[in-house]
C-alpha cells in the first residue's frame, strides 16, 4: 500500500514548532486588539465571483492561482486566495456599516495553486487587518503602526516602503502613460506582461520576469501624475508617519498584485534571509466596497503571511535560541512516579507555564533529551533518593544549577513552592 502523505503545497505544524505559532497567532491578537481591532472570521470558501470581482479578472491570482471547483448544486466556488474580499461580503451582508467605522483583524489560511517554495505554501496562513469607513491619512499610518509593532516585538529589522497608485480620477492618465512607455518595446516584454500591456499595465510593474526589469525600471512614475486630491493624502501619510516615529523611503515603482489598491501601498521589507523580502504587504481600497455591490466606503488594511514571518524571525533569534518555558517532570522509579504524578496535575493547575511529563522507565539523560525537545526551562527530579530525604530537586536547564526543596505531603503545597521556585 503507498503510504499516504500530505498534498504537495501544504505542510504539517507539529511540535514544538507549533508553540512558536500559538506565540505569534496570541501576539497578533494582542497588538490588533490593542488597537482596538476586533476579530473577524469568515468562511474558507466563497462563491468565485467574489474573488473575480474583488481581486480582479486579469490579476495571476484569478488567472492561475485559484482552486476552484463546481459543488452539487452547480455552484462555481473557490477556496479562498485571500481574504480582505471575504471580509468585505461579511460587512455588507450583515450591514455593519450602518454602525459607523469597522475595525476588524482575521488570522486564517488562503489558498493559491503556486510553486511551492520556502515559506510559500499552496495552503498558507495569514494576519490581516481590516479598517473601513475612515478615509483620512490617520487610517492608513493607524494600520502601519499594527505591523510596525508586531515586527518590532521580534527585532526583525525592516524597511518600510511606500507609493501612491492614486485613484479612478487620475489613474487612466496614468495608465496611458505605461502604455505608451511600453508599447514600443512590446517585443522585448514576458509573455505574461505583452498580454496585460492593454488591459492592465499596471500589472507590468509587479511582474518578477526578468526579462522586464529594465523597462519597469525606467518606466514613469505614479507619483508624477497623481491628481491633487491623491497628492494631498499621500502627503498627509508622510507627515503622519513622521509623527509617529516610522521611518519609511518613498519607492515610487511599488505596486500590489490586486487590482483593488488605490492611493496608499506600502511593504515592510527585511534583508533577514539574504535576499530582500517582503514580510507584510499593504494598502488603500476605496472602490472595493463599492465593487461588492455596497455603499462607496474608505478602507485600508495589510495581510502578513505567518509562515514567512516565522522564518525571517527564526533567522533573526537563531534556531537554538528559541526561549525556554515550563518544566520536564522526571521520576525515576515506580514508587516516584506514584508520588510525582498528582504533583504535576496541582502544578498544572496552579501554574502558568506548561509542565511536561514523560512517565516510562528510562534513563536520567534520556529525561534530559526530552526536556531539551520541549525546551523546557526547568527539571524536576525525584527519585528514591529523594523519597527518602523527603525533597525534590529543580534544576535550572539553563545554568545547570540545583536546588532542593522539601516536599510536603500535600501535592498542592509542593506545587505552591515549586511554582514560587521557577518564577
Request: overall charge neutral; some cysteine; charged content about 25%.
Amino acid at each position: 500500500m503507498t503510504p499516504l502523505s500530505a498534498p504537495r503545497g501544504t505542510n504539517d505544524i507539529l511540535p514544538p514548532e507549533s508553540a512558536e505559532w500559538i506565540r505569534l497567532e496570541a501576539d497578533c491578537r494582542d497588538i490588533a486588539q490593542r488597537f482596538g481591532y476586533g476579530e473577524i472570521r469568515t468562511p474558507m470558501f466563497e462563491a468565485t465571483e467574489l474573488f473575480v470581482r474583488g481581486v480582479g479578472e486579469t490579476t495571476d491570482i484569478v488567472e492561475k492561482e485559484m482552486y476552484t471547483f463546481t459543488d452539487k448544486g452547480n455552484r462555481s466556488m473557490t477556496l479562498r486566495p485571500e481574504l480582505t474580499a471575504g471580509v468585505v461580503r461579511a460587512i455588507l451582508e450583515h450591514n455593519l456599516l450602518a454602525q459607523g467605522p469597522q475595525r476588524l483583524f482575521y488570522i486564517g489560511p488562503f489558498f493559491r495553486y503556486e510553486r511551492p517554495q520556502a515559506g510559500r505554501y499552496r495552503q498558507a496562513n495569514q494576519f490581516g487587518v481590516e479598517c473601513f469607513g475612515v478615509a483620512g491619512a490617520e487610517a492608513d499610518v493607524e494600520v502601519i503602526a499594527i505591523a510596525a509593532d508586531l515586527i518590532a516585538r521580534y527585532r526583525i529589522e525592516v524597511v518600510l516602503q511606500i507609493n501612491s497608485v492614486g485613484d479612478t480620477a487620475c489613474r487612466s492618465a496614468y495608465r496611458q502613460a505605461l502604455i505608451d512607455h511600453f508599447r514600443p518595446h512590446l517585443d522585448r516584454l514576458s509573455g505574461d506582461s505583452a498580454r496585460r500591456l492593454e488591459r492592465n499595465p499596471l500589472r507590468i510593474l509587479d511582474s518578477k520576469a526578468e526579462k522586464d526589469s529594465e523597462l519597469i525600471a525606467s518606466a514613469p512614475t505614479f507619483i508624477d501624475l497623481l491628481c491633487e486630491p491623491c497628492r494631498e493624502h499621500f502627503a498627509a501619510v508622510r507627515r503622519y508617519l513622521e509623527a509617529a516615529g516610522i521611518p519609511y523611503i518613498v519607492a515610487p515603482r511599488l505596486v500590489r498584485g490586486l487590482d483593488y489598491y488605490t492611493r496608499t501601498v506600502f511593504e515592510f521589507t527585511s534583508s533577514a534571509l539574504g535576499a530582500q523580502s517582503t514580510v507584510c504587504g499593504g494598502g488603500r481600497y476605496d472602490d472595493l466596497v463599492e465593487q461588492l455591490g455596497g455603499p462607496p466606503t474608505p478602507g485600508v488594511g495589510f495581510g502578513l503571511g505567518l509562515e514567512r514571518f516565522l522564518i525571517t524571525a527564526r533567522a533573526v533569534a537563531g534556531e537554538h535560541d528559541r526561549a525556554r518555558s515550563g518544566a520536564q517532570a522526571i521520576a525515576l522509579g515506580e514508587a516516584a512516579r506514584l508520588r510525582l504524578f498528582p504533583i504535576v496535575g496541582a502544578l498544572r493547575t496552579l501554574g502558568t507555564q506548561p509542565t511536561f511529563a514523560d512517565w516510562q522507565d528510562r534513563k536520567l539523560t534520556a529525561h534530559f533529551k526530552a526536556a531539551d525537545r520541549n525546551r523546557a526551562r526547568w527539571a524536576l527530579i525525584l527519585g528514591d533518593e529523594e523519597l527518602a530525604a523527603g525533597q525534590i530537586v529543580v534544576r535550572d536547564l539553563l545554568t545547570r544549577q540545583d536546588r532542593r526543596l522539601p516536599l510536603p505531603a500535600l501535592p498542592a503545597e509542593v506545587a505552591k513552592l515549586l511554582v514560587e521556585a521557577m518564577r
